[in-house]
T-cell receptor, first 112, second 116 residues
Framework: GENVEQHPSTLSVQEGDSAVIKCTYS??????FPWYKQELGKGPQLIID?????GEKKDQRIAVTLNKTAKHFSLHITETQPEDSAVYFC???????????FGQGTRLTINP | GAVVSQHPSRVICKSGTSVKIECRSL??????MFWYRQFPKQSLMLMAT?????????EQGVEKDKFLINHASLTLSTLTVTSAHPEDSSFYIC????????????FGEGSWLTVV
């Protein structure tokens, strides 16, 4: 089955700098890759997603890139702000499957 | 984005009792709902997938007789933890997907269960 690896597990950056979180997946048939932000004690919030027919998607300060050949996708956050501090999860959805397979999560801390 | 609501957000129950958690899709019809369990500082563990009007599909290792899932309508799924024990204490999160949401999966706010 699908396996998603996420790194780093923790990331600390200075406010205003960029943050990059990377994920790899194993099932080449996966075709949907969302990213979720989870704040302490809350449910995950979808922040951006990408489907396998595109290589990059951007929404203001957040962007996601997908390399299908290498089977990896990345989250890029620019001009980071303290409120970006949270745990971020990547996920992959195998084609034809209903469920998401999650990465292990990255705890992002933005230092003021 | 679409809204998924969970209730209650926090619940405390005594060992041996049962507790029900509700998950509702507020602005779309959820053909599929998912239930997750999350331990502190860990990722989300899928417990089961439920499709409206049919029996839930449980992940390996999840006791279906202990974690009863019902998806009776396109906007409501419930998780009942039966004969709860302290080790069942956890953060339970539901998510929902439907055609109206573009097949995107949205999560509820989560429910903290404490069994004493």
């Amino acid at each position: 089955g699908e396996n998603v690896e996420q790194h780093p597990s923790t990331l600390s950056v200075q406010e205003g700098d960029s943050a990059v979180i990377k994920c790899t997946y194993s099932d080449s048939a996966s075709n949907y890759f969302p990213w979720y932000k989870q704040e302490l004690g809350k449910g995950p919030q979808l922040i951006i997603d990408i489907r396998s027919n595109v290589g990059e998607k951007k929404d203001q300060r957040i962007a996601v890139t997908l390399n299908k050949t290498a089977k990896h996708f990345s989250l890029h956050i620019t001009e980071t702000q303290p409120e970006d501090s949270a745990v971020y999860f990547c996920a992959a959805s195998p084609q034809g499957a209903q469920k998401l397979v999650f990465g292990q999560g990255t705890r992002l801390t933005i230092n003021p | 984005g679409a809204v998924v609501s969970q209730h209650p957000s926090r619940v405390i129950c005594k060992s041996g009792t049962s507790v029900k958690i509700e998950c509702r899709s507020l602005d779309f019809q959820a053909t599929t709902m998912f239930w997750y369990r999350q331990f502190p500082k860990q990722s989300l563990m899928l417990m089961a997938t439920s499709n409206e009007g049919s029996k839930a599909t449980y992940e390996q290792g999840v006791e279906k007789d202990k974690f009863l899932i019902n998806h009776a309508s396109l906007t409501l799924s419930t998780l009942t933890v039966t004969s709860a024990h302290p080790e069942d204490s956890s953060f339970y999160i539901c998510s929902a997907r439907g055609g109206d949401s573009g097949n995107t999966i949205y999560f509820g706010e989560g429910s903290w269960l404490t069994v004493v």
